[in-house]
């Protein structure tokens, strides 16, 4: 399920982050995307145009190439992208764009767009909650702009709080969501991934080999599909996804705890997390020790919670989706587990194509049948899960 690569307009306005846009070219480049930067006067005195070139591939565009011309890059540039990125975007140039100006290359390219237009803020913490700039996001926001970030952090002034531009990793992640139908739009999602731990002591404990990502990677499709998400994470072996709230529950009892909190007031809850049947009973307080004998100390153990069966059964329960990772009879296992749980639909896979792989190969199911997808990305799987839930969502409604 491999997607069309797009074409990227990446302006760039003055200021120290502009050093991360580098590393962001060579990102969006790496997904297979093409990307032709515009540059302000002021961004060429932090980094020279020639490593935007070398980079990109591409002619980079200043203020004197344009005007050098036919006098049309304004028009052909944004024609000929798919989506128009400014990061780093000053407070100036944030500015200019919330009141219509067009008096550079990057303003006017702003204007005369005609495709959607991100802006990644960079400045200072005193400059970004200055109330003149957050009326100009507001603004911004109610033009239809996106806003990723800013995040917060150190600052090159020495000063600490929110102005950082968002890391290009963030960014290229992000991105995407701006050609990504919205088939979510609206709802609030609940997810739980990675794995569990179960305390035998203060060193040991029980859990099991998810790395997370298949976690991730659809708490990122729910929200490039424009839904609100909440993630419940237990132990990650991958980062969290930017543009989400990250709860962090690491034993079964404690997912347990944060996603009933969170379940009333969302419209779907997709359990992926490998979440530990048994907790120890009598976890030690101190760390066990050998004596000697030969003889092991004894673990007893106790059942967990069942996270998916409780947010199923609650009076006015979201719509629920299980997954199912079985070691033998995959199917057999999860429609049983399906009609068991009382949800409407169960992602079956097996553990060995999916515990710790960047791909997976899994079967839909639902009341209404089966769907086996082909072994891809857990991203691509992720993809195929969410069109699935919006076309069921759609029956019941």
Known sequence: MSKPPKHILLGISGGIAAYKSCELVRLLRKQGHSVSVAMSRAAAEFVAPQTFQALSGQSVWTDHSAAAGN?????????????????????????????????????????ARACPLAVAPAMNVEMWRNPANLRNIAQLQADGITVFGPASGSQA???????????????????????????????????????????????????????????????????????????????????????????????????????????????????????????????????????????????????????LAAVAHLPDAPFCVGFAAESHHVLEHARAKRLRKGVPLIVANSVADAMGSASNQVTLISGSGETALPEMGKRDTADAIVAEIARLLGQAG
């Not at 407070?91 to 009141?99: D, M, S």
């Open 71 to 111: 006098g049309m890059a304004h028009i052909n540039l944004s024609r000929e992208a798919d989506v128009f990125l400014i990061a780093p975007a000053s407070a100036n140039t944030l500015a200019k764009i919330a009141h219509g100006l067009a008096d550079n290359l990057l303003t006017t390219l702003a204007a």
């Open 157 to 307: 002034c020495g000063e600490t709080g929110q102005g950082r531009m968002l890391e290009a990793a963030e960014l290229a992640e992000l991105l995407p969501d701006l050609w990504t139908p919205k088939l979510l739009a609206g709802k609030r999602v609940l997810l739980t991934a990675g794995a569990t731990f179960e305390a035998i002591d203060p060193v040991r404990g029980i859990t099991n080999l998810s790395s997370g990502r298949m976690g991730v990677a659809l708490a990122q499709a729910c929200r490039a599909a424009g839904a609100e998400v909440v993630l419940v994470a237990g132990q990650l072996q991958v980062a969290p996804p930017a543009g989400v709230a990250v709860h962090h529950a690491h034993s079964a009892q404690a997912m347990h705890d944060a996603v009933m909190r969170e379940a009333c007031a969302c419209d779907i809850f997709i359990g992926v997390a490998a979440v530990a049947d048994y907790r120890v009973a009598n976890r030690s307080a101190e760390k066990l020790k050998k004596d000697g004998s030969g003889t092991p100390p004894t673990i007893e153990l106790a059942e967990n919670p069942d996270i």
